[in-house]
C-alpha cells in the first residue's frame, strides 16, 4: 500500500515563503511521477507542480518563477519551495503519485497554506 506523507505549511504574510514536503512509502510505486495539488472551498483541485522520476519539473503557469520542486530519487520525497506568496496562493495543498497506465493514484492527507495580504 502506498502512503503520502505531507508537511510543512502554515500562514505567512504575503510576499514571504513556505516549504512542502511529501514523503513516498511503499515503492517501487513511489518511482511514478509525483505532484502537487491545491484546493480551495468550492473550486475544484487544481495543478500546481509535478516531477517524474528522471526529469525536469513542470509547473503551472500561476506558480511559474515562485514555487520550486524538487525529488530526492533515494528518499522518495518531494518539496515545493514556494516563494513570493500571494493571498491567491490560499489554498489546501495535496502531494500525489500516480500511474498514468494503469489508471492508478494516490493523494496525501493535505496540508493548508495560508497567506495574509
Known amino acids: 500500500q502506498v502512503h503520502l506523507v505531507e508537511s510543512g505549511g502554515g500562514l505567512v504574510q504575503a510576499g514571504g515563503s513556505v516549504r512542502l514536503s511529501c514523503a513516498c512509502s511503499?515503492?517501487?510505486?513511489?518511482?511514478?511521477?509525483m505532484g502537487w495539488y491545491r484546493q480551495t472551498p468550492g473550486n475544484q483541485r487544481e495543478y500546481v507542480a509535478s516531477i517524474n522520476f528522471m526529469s525536469s519539473p513542470r509547473y503551472a503557469d500561476s506558480v511559474l518563477g515562485r514555487f520550486t520542486l524538487s525529488r530526492n530519487n533515494i528518499e522518495n520525497t518531494i518539496d515545493l519551495q514556494m516563494n513570493s506568496l500571494k493571498p491567491e496562493d490560499t489554498a489546501v495543498y495535496y502531494c500525489?503519485?500516480?500511474?498514468?497506465?494503469?489508471?492508478?493514484?494516490?493523494w496525501g492527507q493535505g496540508t493548508s497554506v495560508g497567506v495574509s495580504s
Open positions: 500525489r503519485v500516480w500511474d498514468s497506465r494503469s489508471s492508478t493514484e494516490y
Open positions: 511503499g515503492s517501487p510505486f513511489c518511482m511514478k511521477p
